[in-house]
């Protein structure tokens, strides 16, 4: 399983969230590019729908591929008063066959985006990730290099981290903690529960471009 929480940011203060992030994590950022398919099952696989979602790296010398599923999040009256939504996740390694595979299945593709952006790896509390995305739509199939903008001058960050079920609430505290960092330039939330841009971005960013730097946690 997982722990998340999610928000955006406007594309003008990426940067400045970029320089917050570098001096929090004291880790070099990691590029990604990643061409994201969506499958449903058909009805030849049971009458309640399934969805994996297969992620090519683009960013690699050789393109690797990765096939996840994400379950749905914990519920209760315990779940609904924390911030972090604690989710089963699966995820694998494929081989570049995946996609046929799937098909052969009977696994349909519902739609595609490019992924493009950031992210940084480090361990405070839990082993977090937080990434920074451009999320792309695709007009026609497989068409990754003519991808445009879902939501132009708006990014998504996103952080996560591994749990299981006899640690998840130390991992939802290191989440939690983490992400009152950001809070001046974002609101981070459960995936799904986006409350917008927050009015101090401009303000924090300013702040943060003319100190280019950051304290470490």
Avoid at 73 to 96: D, F, N
Avoid at 132 to 141: D, E, F, Y
Wanted: charge should be neutral; glycine fraction near 8%.
């Amino acid at each position: 399983m997982e722990c998340a929480v999610e928000g955006i940011i406007e594309t003008q203060y990426v940067e400045a969230v970029e320089i917050l992030l570098q001096g929090l994590c004291g880790v070099p950022k990691e590029r990604f590019r990643i061409h994201e398919l969506c499958l449903k099952s058909g009805p030849n696989l049971g009458s309640v729908s399934s969805e994996v979602r297969l992620l090519c790296d683009l960013e690699q010398p050789v393109p690797t591929w990765t096939v996840r599923h994400v379950g749905g999040a914990m519920r209760g009256a315990g779940a609904e008063q924390i911030s972090v939504a604690v989710r089963t996740m699966i995820e694998s390694k494929a081989s570049k066959n995946v996609l046929r595979f799937f098909y052969a299945l009977g696994y349909k593709l519902d739609h595609e985006l490019l992924k493009v952006g950031f992210s940084f790896h480090f361990q405070k509390g839990a082993h977090l990730k937080v990434s920074v995305t451009s999320v792309k739509k695709m007009p026609k199939l497989h068409a990754v290099d003519e991808a445009i903008p879902v939501t132009p001058g708006i990014q998504l960050v996103e952080v996560t981290a591994p749990a299981a079920a006899d640690n998840y609430n130390e991992v939802v505290a290191a989440v939690s903690s983490f992400s009152e960092y950001l809070a001046p330039l974002l609101h981070l939330s459960k995936p799904g529960v986006s409350v917008g841009v927050v009015p101090t971005a401009a303000a924090a960013a300013a702040s943060l471009m003319s100190d280019r730097g950051g304290k470490t946690l």
